[in-house]
């Protein structure tokens, strides 16, 4: 463009015979139909202004349909770059605020045109950028668009927070089971999803299943998450961890009460926390953690009950990996004095304990019939409340039909019915969950110990794994055939292990223990 003065030129320094070459741009943030001006209104209304202006042209249009709060926005990209390439003189917006919303966006968008030589303007707010009146004043309303928007944020959060203490849906990811009903904003049940809630609280808290253990049950049977993929552990402890199950409503730090259907009884749901604590399944204490430690969440203090986890020390030239109790790392020694253990020595001396236990027929003909006469022992008693939970199955079917045909035949207000059969249909997914675990463990067989060759081969192909496997397969095998580490002090360890059931992988374990005759 042509400079006049060292400054920027407006569009009323250039030469008659020079046309300016307008380039419009229009934002809305969402859909048009709640938009005050939406792109074709403001389009029609930048049209008429620049035939209003003499020697206008327009020669190019931008628009975007998403935030002003971010400046990776398509049509502001492609507006910036044209400018830089000198494909227009001007750039034309209907408000300040629909070009950038802080001003901070603001000063970096005119920063880019001054430097490409380019005039900015809106179509209702007087200014000219070509001028330093005009620059402050450009900036004084990049002020008020960013109070505005933070005063929109600041509404729209508050009413999120109603909402919630109301026993409303706040918005986001919904929870697995449920969907929001737009009328009413509150959660309901989706059909689909719904009974498979309170039958993973079943395998977690009743049958103790781990989360690996729960995932991987869920997929045999084809179920899916409510993105349509297979179960992993994170998604199985999301759904264990959310009290939205039991009627209430998480949101900015707190919990509120909710009107909507609950899918799990609470003291069920208070039972899995319990054995989430226990097992050190949370963030901080989850075996599955992505860390180099391949005992992380198997090692218990003695001292406090809680799970050993990995840490690291830095040395002149060395890094000093070691596990550290989880109370002494958080609290520090006056919580918990517990030994700091070297993780290379720790590892080294369980892989050994291990392999020297594998090797020791008589100790796996033990623990397997140990665990056998547990199966056996417990049948009876399995036989019996499988029995009790069909019977409650039965009379819970028979109180829905009677309850759904109070209703056809309007017996009965609709707000009854529909509360009672919401309880009754919770209860019965509750019973049919617990039928389920109880028939696999009436019919489970006594299990056998392996064979000489076969135990020789699982015995080599652990060792392998852990010598020479990457460390992924090394966590796995670790994971799979070590039920838990006792730590008494840094001087005595005592690891137990599982007895391994044959079949890749080696995770599918009963939860007969094996101890061997020394700590390590």
């Given at each position: 463009m042509t400079q006049v003065h060292g400054r920027l030129a407006s569009p009323a320094d250039r030469p008659k015979e020079e046309p300016v070459r307008v380039a419009t741009y229009t934002r809305i943030s969402t859909d048009e139909a709640h938009q005050p001006y939406s792109l074709s209104a403001q389009a029609e209304r930048l049209g008429s202004y620049i035939d209003s202006q003499p020697g206008w042209v327009l020669a190019r249009e931008f628009s975007d349909q998403m935030t002003?709060?971010?400046?990776?926005?398509?049509?502001?990209?492609?507006?910036?770059?044209?400018?830089?390439?000198?494909?227009?003189?001007?750039?034309?917006?209907?408000?300040?605020?629909?070009?950038?919303?802080?001003?901070?966006?603001?000063?970096?968008?005119?920063?880019?045109?001054?430097?490409?030589?380019?005039?900015?303007?809106?179509?209702?707010?007087?200014?000219?950028?070509?001028?330093?009146?005009?620059?402050?004043?450009?900036?004084?309303?990049?002020?008020?668009?960013?109070?505005?928007?933070?005063?929109?944020?600041?509404?729209?959060?508050?009413?999120?927070?109603?909402?919630?203490?109301?026993?409303?849906?706040?918005?986001?990811?919904?929870?697995?089971?449920?969907?929001?009903?737009?009328?009413?904003?509150?959660?309901?049940?989706?059909?689909?999803?719904?009974?498979?809630?309170?039958?993973?609280?079943?395998?977690?808290?009743?049958?103790?299943?781990?989360?690996?253990?729960?995932?991987?049950?869920?997929?045999?049977?084809?179920?899916?998450?409510?993105?349509?993929?297979?179960?992993?552990?994170?998604?199985?402890?999301?759904?264990?961890?959310?009290?939205?199950?039991?009627?209430?409503?998480?949101?900015?730090?707190?919990?509120?009460?909710?009107?909507?259907?609950?899918?799990?009884?609470?003291?069920?749901?208070?039972?899995?926390q319990a054995v989430l604590e226990s097992r050190g399944e949370?963030?901080?204490?989850?075996?599955?953690?992505?860390?180099?430690?391949?005992?992380?969440?198997?090692?218990?203090?003695?001292?406090?009950?809680?799970?050993?986890?990995?840490?690291?020390?830095?040395?002149?030239?060395?890094?000093?990996?070691?596990?550290?109790?989880?109370?002494?790392?958080?609290?520090?020694?006056?919580?918990?004095?517990?030994?700091?253990?070297?993780?290379?020595?720790?590892?080294?001396?369980?892989?050994?304990?291990?392999?020297?236990?594998?090797?020791?027929?008589?100790l796996l003909e033990d623990a397997v019939e140990r665990w056998g006469e547990i199966v056996e022992g417990n049948r009876p008693r399995r036989e019996r409340e499988l029995a009790a939970v069909e019977a409650r199955i039965r009379k819970a079917q028979g109180a829905l039909d009677r309850y759904f045909q109070a209703f056809e035949e309007g017996r009965l207000r609709e707000e009854v019915c529909t509360r009672r059969i919401e309880e009754l249909s919770t209860e019965l997914a509750l019973l049919e969950a617990r039928r389920s675990g109880l028939a696999e463990e009436v019919s489970e067989s006594r299990p056998a110990v392996p064979g000489p060759a076969e135990l020789v081969k699982l015995r080599e192909d652990i060792e392998r794994a852990l010598r020479d496997g990457p460390l992924p397969e090394r966590k796995a095998v670790m994971q799979a055939v070590v039920a838990e580490i006792r730590v008494r002090d840094r001087g005595h360890v005592q690891p137990v292990f599982r007895v391994p059931v044959f079949g890749p992988p080696y995770g599918s374990v009963p939860p007969g223990g094996i101890e061997p005759p020394h700590a390590v």
């Open positions: 002003g709060a971010t400046l990776e926005r398509p049509g502001l990209e492609r507006a910036l770059a044209e400018a830089r390439a000198h494909r227009y003189d001007l750039l034309l917006v209907y408000r300040v605020d629909r070009l950038a919303r802080s001003v901070r966006a603001l000063a970096h968008i005119l920063e880019e045109l001054d430097g490409a030589g380019v005039a900015f303007r809106s179509a209702t707010e007087p200014f000219d950028t070509s001028t330093p009146g005009g620059r402050m004043f450009v900036q004084m309303l990049g002020v008020f668009a960013e109070f505005e928007r933070a005063t929109i944020v600041e509404r729209v959060i508050a009413g999120m927070e109603r909402k919630a203490a109301m026993g409303g849906w706040p918005g986001g990811y919904r929870p697995f089971g449920y969907e929001a009903d737009p009328e009413t904003g509150l959660l309901v049940v989706k059909e689909d999803e719904a009974p498979l809630v309170p039958i993973i609280f079943d395998l977690y808290a009743t049958r103790r299943l781990g989360s690996r253990a729960v995932a991987q049950w869920l997929n045999r049977r084809g179920h899916r998450t409510k993105a349509g993929r297979p179960w992993s552990h994170t998604a199985v402890l999301t759904v264990l961890t959310n009290r939205v199950y039991v009627g209430e409503i998480f949101f900015r730090g707190r919990y509120h009460p909710a009107p909507h259907p609950r899918l799990v009884d609470a003291k069920v749901f208070e039972t899995a949370d963030m901080a204490l989850r075996r599955t953690n992505g860390s180099d430690y391949l005992l992380t969440g198997l090692v218990v203090c003695e001292k406090c009950g809680k799970r050993f986890i990995g840490a690291a020390a830095k040395g002149n030239a060395y890094r000093y990996a070691y596990y550290v109790c989880f109370s002494r790392h958080r609290y520090g020694t006056q919580e918990c004095d517990q030994d700091r253990l070297r993780a290379e020595e720790l590892e080294e001396r369980v892989v050994e304990s291990l392999l020297e236990t594998l090797a020791r027929r008589d």
